[in-house]
């Protein structure tokens, strides 16, 4: 199955879906090192991000999770991709960033009717242009 989307930002990844069951604020809520989720009222945490396709309806927090996501992706450890169904203009600032000061692409797309499509663990494949997306499952 192919689905189209919204791109955000650009690059071609591919991953297994790590899906959200709540909105997720990267600053404090991912130690920024090894990309593992720390906030303790989080479902998940304990579960890693790095190499993952992230998807969450929508982000959570402060502004500093711009910074964050530049964080994680210099340490090595940033989501393969990431799935919003409302947009982040923070999310889309930490990406753009990333890429520009090391060079890692962080596809982020906004995917608004994903989350009847989406299941746990798929493996996905997301290629995103200028504007347009596609998601790819695998």
Do not use: C, K
């Not at 798929?122 to 499952?137: C, G, K, T, Y």
């Amino acid at each position: 199955m192919i689905a189209d989307a919204r791109a955000l930002t650009s690059g071609s990844r591919e991953g297994q879906l790590l899906l959200l069951d709540t909105p997720l604020s990267l600053w404090g809520g991912v130690d920024l090192q090894s990309s593992e989720i720390v906030d303790r009222t989080h479902p998940q945490q304990g579960t890693l991000i790095a190499d993952r396709i992230l998807a969450m309806r929508a982000a959570r927090g402060s502004s500093s999770s711009s910074s964050a996501l530049v964080e994680i992706a210099r340490a090595g450890r940033a989501p393969a991709a990431i799935i919003l169904g409302q947009y982040d203009p923070i999310l889309v600032m930490g990406a753009l960033v990333a890429e520009e000061l090391y060079g890692v692409q962080i596809p982020i797309v906004l995917w608004e009717d994903a989350w009847e499509t989406l299941t746990r663990n798929q493996r996905l494949r997301i290629e995103a242009d200028e504007s347009r997306a596609r998601v790819e499952f695998l």
